[in-house]
């Protein structure tokens, strides 16, 4: 059987490819549109449907004479299983072959618990979801974004700053242990992008998506890709030096990074000194939203530190689409009004012509929904589906 490498669609997973713009078609259509034989859309049409991947969606029968079957992409034929973790709390998913969640919960935890104690509740938590939810549907992957940062060819942690003793522990083989499928696991801010992607702005083919919270981190989208760069490291917005910020330490050891001026606890810190109650990032963004010119002032100054270190980025990557999430992106206009003001003014008038710089769309679930589309364009790539149907 054909491996997925060839030019044209002529594999099952090249056809299901085709179906999975979740448009109906009839076995001609199909063959008119790839130029194969319909003996051979036959044969293709046969093993996506007896992997349950396609269905026979009902007939057509407004051509008159006989109806022709139409076939259609069951993107319930398999659950996948998706997790967000960050530092206090998980969203945990089961979605289906569209990354589309079915069954959402949100869970407590601390990543300083280890791997072994953050992974088991994962586990469980599935489990239960599963058996409330479809416990008939096969799993066709896992998908896990974590806190740090993420070697994404193994699925191992490489010295995640804020999460002690998960420095190279093999996340995939723990998982696998108990859910026999591939399990894909990347950088929590790396999902996030591919979800807010896949799920609000699929058109826009190169887009930086931010997350302002308590740290700050980036996602590239490239040529309508996650560009996760040599070892998984691009996007490490936080720890790019600030201006105005030379000794200001950072969490990570260096001093003078984006994070350490711009990202939560910064501003909190702040607004104590100004005589405000703030401890938490929901702080912030309540005073804000309450009105307060001083808390409103720092958090505009943090869009404007966030901004001039983009600007930068705009001018060697040249997006088309910033999108600004994370938790303090609930305080609104004031930290995208920072933002768009250091990009427009250091950014060259070229680069900034057709730039739009918007709030999260995807909000919450924008990380499950892209662990659960990693997982989904990983097992249902032609490569991986061909040798699977082999």
């Not at 607004?271 to 720092?298: E, F, H, K, M």
């Not at 994370?326 to 990009?343: D, F, H, P, W, Y």
């Amino acid at each position: 059987m054909n491996n997925g490498h060839s030019a044209a669609p002529t594999s099952p997973g090249e056809l299901l490819r085709l179906l999975r713009d979740g448009q109906a078609r009839t076995r001609a259509e199909l063959a008119t549109e790839t130029g194969l034989a319909r003996s051979t859309v036959r044969l293709r049409l046969d093993a996506l449907m007896d992997a349950g991947l396609v269905t026979d969606g009902g007939d057509d029968a407004a051509t008159g004479g006989r109806p022709a079957s139409r076939f259609v992409f069951n993107a319930r034929a398999r659950a996948v299983l998706a997790a967000d973790v960050g530092a206090t709390h998980a969203t945990v998913a089961i979605a289906d072959l569209t990354g589309e969640p079915l069954a959402v919960e949100e869970l407590t935890l601390d990543i300083a618990d280890g791997p072994d104690a953050v992974l088991s509740l994962l586990v469980d938590t599935w489990r239960r979801m599963r058996a409330n939810h479809d416990p008939a549907a096969p799993i066709a992957g896992v998908g896990i974004g974590l806190p740090g940062p993420v070697e994404h060819s193994t699925g191992k942690p490489t010295h995640p700053p804020i999460m002690p003793g998960w420095n190279g522990y093999d996340v995939p083989a723990r998982i696998a242990a108990d859910f026999a499928v591939p399990v894909l696991v990347d950088n929590e801010v790396n999902l996030m992008s591919l979800g807010e992607h896949v799920r609000c702005f699929p058109n826009e083919a190169h887009m930086i998506f931010v997350k302002v919270a308590t740290g700050i981190g980036s996602g590239l989208i490239s040529n309508g890709q996650l560009h996760r760069g040599d070892v998984g490291a691009a996007g490490d917005l936080g720890h790019i030096l600030a201006p105005h910020a030379d000794d200001v330490l950072c969490r990570c050891g260096n001093s003078g990074c984006l994070e350490a001026v711009a990202g939560g606890p910064a501003i909190a810190a702040k607004l104590r000194a100004a005589g405000l109650d703030a401890t938490s990032n929901a702080d912030v963004v309540a005073l804000v939203q309450a009105g307060s010119p001083i808390a409103g002032q720092a958090v505009r100054q943090a869009g404007r530190d966030i901004g001039e270190v983009l600007a930068a980025g705009v001018s060697l990557f040249n997006p088309s689409l910033i999108v600004i999430g994370g938790a303090l992106a609930q305080a609104g206009e004031m930290l995208l009004a920072g933002v768009r003001e250091s990009i427009y003014r250091r950014s060259l008038p070229l680069a900034t012509e057709r730039l739009r710089i918007v709030t999260s769309q995807a909000g919450a679930n924008a990380g499950v929904v892209g662990a659960a589309a990693m997982v989904v364009q990983h097992t249902l790539s032609p490569t991986v589906l061909d040798r699977e149907l082999a």
